[in-house]
Nanobody
Framework: QVQLVESGGGLVQPGGSLRLSCAAS????????MGWYRQAPGKQRELVAA???????NYADNVKGRFTISRDNAKNTVYLRMNSLKPEDTGVYYC??????????????WGQGTQVTVSS
């Protein structure tokens, strides 16, 4: 079993910054992709950013230039640095990991979510 534990959410004013962290632990052989998704009230969960074990990144168009995803493979941890936050960035942010528990067992895990609220 694998657990993803997120931290770093909170309330911030428009234009402010936050950094989210997500640490994976448990039976992990290799984590291929780690990412962040968010779900705003009344909307579907959407991809914010993702990063492969090799460092390739992918961002949603509406966060490009403001958010930066990074990871520490040795610590099985992914980070999301969010700058120039806007009210429309408000939502619950979920960590996601596409990983191998064994050579023949590949699964996707989700964190419990952390609330980010951007408001004055």
């Amino acid at each position: 079993q694998v657990q993803l534990v997120e931290s770093g959410g909170g309330l911030v004013q428009p234009g402010g910054s936050l950094r989210l962290s997500c640490a994976a632990s448990g039976s992990i052989l290799n984590i291929y992709v780690m990412g962040w998704y968010r779900q705003a009230p009344g909307k579907q969960r959407e991809l914010v950013a993702a990063i492969t074990s090799g460092g390739s990144t992918n961002y949603a168009d509406n966060v490009k230039g403001r958010f930066t995803i990074s990871r520490d493979n040795a610590k099985n941890t992914v980070y999301l640095r969010m700058n120039s936050l806007k009210p429309e960035d408000t939502g619950v942010y979920y960590c996601n990991a596409d990983l191998y528990e064994t050579l023949s067992s590949r699964r996707t895990y989700w964190g419990q979510g952390t609330q980010v609220t951007v408001s004055s």
